[in-house]
């Protein structure tokens, strides 16, 4: 690391007293960090990770004062998840979160139930500064945030000024009371009917890689070529990956032994997160996202890439919308409001939760695919970042999934995956290429 | 920049691997004079060091104190229930003598794993000794232990040591060792016969006994013969199956 830049001059004003600042206070977890506190293990970290990669080297000491500052206006995030009676519940952490080394494999385990525990990891290596979400404190929105917030102020401390500071939330401000909140609760409709539950979709077959081992593979693509082909086809680029990566997850499937065909025959479906504050508003910060889960089913025949495509973009015009999403709120929030779902004992739930999180979660779904739009921030900062990533969490039970980001003119594809051969990427970076789009390769 | 000529997809300067598919990346003369990109990732890993392994004998010793945490708890209950009760130790004194035995069985194999003398011995006395206070402790008096308790342990620590020491100098293990056991359990079962009528009716005289003798003997007869009729042929499968041909 390089100790020698120089710290910066400006001193923000302090936006909290003291007394608030040493409060401690307890909230109630969201509606699915309910779910992430009763699954999270060794295997399923639940841990998303988003990077910035600056020009320079990065100055831990530096870095570690912006955090110290920083952390102050998201007090949402600085807690320790501690057991209840009933529910996991998140506490005000008054320790000091520290910047750590990065690894060779990202997002693996963190021990969420020890106390004193920062619900995410800050880490650095060259360039890059890191942040490790676990999910049951917020999506990928709100972690971006807090990292832009991180970076801006880090870079502000070494004496980049600019008076534009966009939507990056600042030092100097004070936490708006709509952060907290547990939007799925605010659009809660309890009359809405059931949200039907779906098949168990086909998953890879592949067998785990030894527990800690979580191979990344990055396409850096231009974003420009992508949405060309994007427009070209009439779809978003969300539908256009989402539909060149349920190709590859069919031929996949058909290149399996016929026995094991017939075995896994089931849907080949994606998992798309959506960002609910662009149909709900909200300014939380805390998790406001559910998914949408497109796909095709291997046991009708084979479907070529139009027709996925096809599939895929009625889909999401079918689902993504406020009847469809406040149906599975209800669904999930009902859940956790239910007289006798609140009476039960922790530990009971915490073994329930899992098989729920089972059925109605990871099995549902072949791949994940999330993709975090387009990320900006002010001009002054923008000129000392060379990249913005996104990367996913891993999932033993898809095996592997990806995230996408796009930053500047850059796409960036990142795929984790806990089994040893590449097969996914292998696959859905071939397709692409063959589609005409140039795509650069990296690892970890 | 290189790029995989199978996948298309380009790669930094310095991969001699494409990363999805494996393929030697080609080298060009001008590209190896580039400086080669930077690392993205560290090279080792942060979290998950490598577990360390337990040798057997710390493995050993963690489960005798483990044991022996495990049957303090029992012990301090019925020792205080008893105090607080009858505010002396009154009925408290045989599960104690039962939890102590059970700490002594787990003790000499766990401590003394590669000395099977000082194990057996410990083991006879430990027995020997629950059962002397057994009796003790039912009237204040030794009686039955010499007529019954003492010849019974004598008799299965015998066969005990027998089945051991044979089955651990046959050559060839198998159906064999089925064998010697079943025909312990029938010289056991003739032996208690004996010990239990001699002290009850006071004349040596064999009764139910033969009951079980016989079929042990025929069952581990039996066994001998297949372990020693068929093992001496490599392929026992293929001589059972011409056997059986239809």
């Given at each position: ?359 109605m979660g990871e099995k549902l779904y072949s791949g994940t695919i999330t993709n975090l739009g387009r990320v900006t921030m002010p001009e002054a900062f923008s000129n000392e970042i060379e990249n ?57 | ?246």
């Amino acid at each position: 690391m390089n100790e020698t830049t120089k710290m910066g001059s400006i001193e923000h004003p302090i936006a909290l007293t003291q007394e608030e600042k040493n409060k401690i206070r307890s909230y109630r977890m969201d509606n699915a960090a309910v779910l992430f506190s009763f699954v999270c293990n060794k295997r399923i970290t639940c841990l998303f990770r988003l990077s910035a990669t600056l020009t320079d080297p990065i100055n831990v000491n530096l870095l570690q004062k912006a955090l110290d500052r920083i952390i102050e206006r998201f007090p949402y995030y600085r807690v320790n998840q501690r057991p209840g009676l009933f529910w996991f519940y998140w506490e005000t952490n008054l320790g000091i979160p520290k910047v750590i080394a990065d690894s060779k494999y990202t997002s693996q385990e963190m021990p969420m139930r020890k106390k004193g525990i920062f619900p995410f990891r800050i880490r650095a290596f060259q360039n890059r500064i890191a942040v490790e979400f676990y999910h049951g404190l917020t999506d990928g929105t709100g972690g971006l945030t807090f990292l832009k917030a991180l970076v801006a102020e880090y870079l502000t401390l070494k004496g980049i000024q600019t008076d534009d500071w966009g939507d990056i939330l600042q030092y100097s401000q004070k936490p708006l009371d709509e952060e907290y909140e547990d939007a799925f609760k605010r659009y809660y409709q309890p009359m809405y009917p059931k949200h039907k539950l779906l098949e168990v979709a086909f998953r890879l077959p592949h067998k785990l890689e030894p527990l800690g081992i979580f191979h990344m593979t990055t396409g850096i693509s231009d974003v420009k070529e992508v949405l060309a082909r994007s427009k070209e086809l009439n779809v978003t680029l969300t539908e256009y990956l989402s539909a060149v990566y349920i190709d590859a997850l069919q031929e996949i499937y058909y290149e399996l032994p016929e026995k094991m065909q017939k075995k896994l025959a089931k849907p080949i479906r994606m998992m798309i997160p959506v960002n609910l504050r662009r149909i709900f508003p909200s300014k939380t910060m805390r998790n406001f996202s559910l998914f949408i889960t497109p796909g095709i089913d291997p046991r009708l025949g084979f479907f070529s890439f139009e027709e996925i495509l096809e599939t895929v973009y009625h889909y999401m015009r079918v689902e993504v919308n406020d009847r469809h999403i406040s149906q599975q709120i209800r669904r999930n929030v009902r859940g956790e409001l239910h007289p006798l779902m609140r009476i039960t004992p922790l530990f009971i739930k915490r073994i329930g939760g899992r098989f729920v999180y089972s059925r109605m979660g990871e099995k549902l779904y072949s791949g994940t695919i999330t993709n975090l739009g387009r990320v900006t921030m002010p001009e002054a900062f923008s000129n000392e970042i060379e990249n913005i990533q996104f990367l996913p969490a891993p999932t033993p039970s898809n095996k592997a999934s990806c995230a996408v980001a796009s930053f500047k003119d850059k796409l960036y594809i990142n795929f984790g995956r806990v089994i040893k051969d590449s097969i996914v990427e292998r696959k859905f970076f071939r397709k692409l290429k063959k589609q005409g789009i140039s795509v650069k390769i990296e690892t970890n | 920049m290189p790029y995989c000529s199978k996948c298309g997809v380009e790669v930094d300067i310095g991969i001699e691997k494409c990363p999805l598919c494996s393929l030697p990346i080609q080298q060009f003369p001008d590209e190896e004079q580039k400086q080669p990109s930077k690392k993205k990732y560290p090279d080792e890993p942060v979290e998950h060091p490598a577990k360390r392994i337990l040798t057997p004998k710390e493995k050993r010793i963690r489960a005798w104190e483990i044991i022996s945490a495990s049957i303090m708890i029992p012990l301090l209950i019925v020792t205080f229930t008893d105090l607080i009760i009858a505010e002396t130790i009154s009925w408290a004194r045989f599960p104690m003598i039962a939890l102590i035995l059970v700490w002594l069985l787990c003790t000499f194999p766990l401590v003394f794993p590669t000395r099977p003398v000082i194990m057996i011995i410990g083991i006879a006395i430990s027995l020997i000794g629950f059962l002397v206070l057994v009796d003790y402790f039912a009237d204040w008096d030794i009686d039955w232990f010499y007529k019954l308790a003492l010849p019974i342990i004598a008799l299965v620590l015998f066969l005990s040591v027998a089945v051991v020491i044979v089955s651990t100098k046959v050559k060839k293990k198998g159906m064999n060792i089925a064998a010697f056991i079943l025909f312990a359990a029938g010289i056991l079962n003739l032996g208690l016969d004996l010990i239990i009528m001699s002290t009850i009716q006071h004349k040596v005289t064999v009764t139910w006994s033969l009951f079980v003798l016989v079929p042990t003997f025929i069952i581990g007869g039996f066994l001998m013969y297949m372990h020693y009729r068929f093992t001496k042929d490599t392929d026992f499968k293929t001589k059972i199956k011409a056997k059986f041909q239809m």
